[in-house]
């Protein structure tokens, strides 16, 4: 997707340790947030961040972390992952109100 | 915050037919209104999206409606391709000052050839 990539695109980790995922912009766009997607579920937003350093809880936050120090980079953190957060994480970025987020390419994560 | 509702989970439909699908919100200050198609493997992209002061919206083949009185809009596709199949989410705008969007769950869409 034009603008913003996520990596790793695919992770396989252990229960209880931590894991960081990243998302990067080339958009210069404000607002950054990460959603995970599961079966019977769609998207549910974990976090959010309106600008540098500034951040919020969406409606699934329980478990992870989020920074983001520079505009075009917003990383999510599992403290100790679970078998729980097994899933596919989204990262998306909007520009203003009101338009669409554009969304990556998403990062299969499997927790063993 | 805002609850998104959406049916059906699973559409198949003659190539050619129309195909619509529903959904429900509940904030009633929910002010913006995207669908995105999500083909396997890929991100969701956004294919159409329509704002409260609008009622309908068309693009080609795609078009959206919106009841605000009812609190639900609708995706219609006609003419459908194979192309089409995928899973289509529409999502509303929750009111405050971060521009979340609270996605529906999703409507696998199967055109069959």
Redesign the interface.
């Known amino acids: 997707?034009a603008g913003i990539t996520q990596s790793p695109r695919h992770k396989v980790t252990e229960t209880g340790t931590p894991v960081t995922l990243r998302c990067h912009q080339t958009e210069n766009h404000r607002?950054m947030?990460w959603?995970r997607q599961d079966p019977?579920?769609?998207?549910?937003?974990i976090h959010?961040s309106?600008g540098v350093k500034d951040t919020?809880k969406?409606?699934v936050s329980d478990g992870y972390s989020v920074s983001r120090s520079k505009t075009e980079d917003f990383l999510l953190t599992l403290e100790s992952a679970t078998s729980s957060q097994t899933s596919v994480y989204?990262c998306a970025i909007?520009e203003?109100?009101?338009?669409?987020?554009?969304?990556?390419?998403?990062t299969r994560l499997t927790v063993v | 915050g805002e609850n998104v509702e959406q049916h059906p989970s699973t559409l198949s439909v003659q190539e050619g037919d129309s195909a619509v699908i529903k959904c429900t919100y509940s904030d009633s200050a929910s002010n913006y209104f995207p669908w995105y198609k999500q083909e396997l493997g890929k991100g969701p992209q956004l294919i159409i999206d329509i704002r409260s002061n609008v009622g309908e919206k068309k693009d080609q083949r795609i078009a959206v409606t919106l009841n605000k009185t009812a609190k639900h809009f609708s995706l219609h596709i006609t003419e459908t391709q194979p192309e089409d199949s995928a899973v289509y989410f529409c999502a509303a705008r929750s009111s405050g000052s971060a521009r979340q969007l609270t996605f529906g769950s999703g409507t696998q869409l199967t055109v069959l050839p």
Do not use: I
């Not at chain 1, 019977?40 to 937003?45: A, D, K, N, P």
């Not at chain 1, 203003?96 to 998403?106: E, H, K, R």
């Open positions: 997707d607002y947030y959603y019977g579920h769609g998207l549910r937003l959010y309106y919020d969406g409606e989204f909007s203003s109100d009101p338009v669409g987020y554009t969304f990556g390419s998403g």
